[in-house]
């Protein structure tokens, strides 16, 4: 019987655990490759969960009115190129700020 040795996890491993390649048997096992996709899938299930959780750096500790600004400096820049923006919703402060 043939072995070969997985370039991941460094055994020797009889050629049956390889997939067959195209021309060729992987050089990585299947337990590995299948290692590999529950890790990828798992942080893909995370990082669905955790969408719209992260903190944005940029408008962290600032006020609404400073974010307002930023946003309303944002949008003058895009309308200069060309692009047209439209922005819903409104802020109360002391009076209605439409943007």
Avoid: H
Avoid at 2 to 14: S, V
Avoid at 29 to 42: D, P, V
């Amino acid at each position: 019987m043939n072995t070969m040795i997985c370039l991941d996890c460094k055994r020797e491993l009889p050629e049956t655990n390889f997939r067959m390649g195209r021309f060729n048997r992987n050089r990585i096992c299947q337990e590995c490759i299948n290692a590999c996709r529950r890790e990828r899938k798992q942080a893909k299930i995370e990082a669905l969960n955790n969408r719209g959780k992260d903190s944005d750096e940029l408008f962290d500790g600032k006020e609404p009115r400073e974010v307002i600004n930023i946003m309303s400096r944002a949008k003058k820049w895009l309308e200069a190129r060309d692009y047209t923006i439209t922005l819903k919703g409104e802020y109360v402060e002391k009076k209605k700020v439409r943007f």
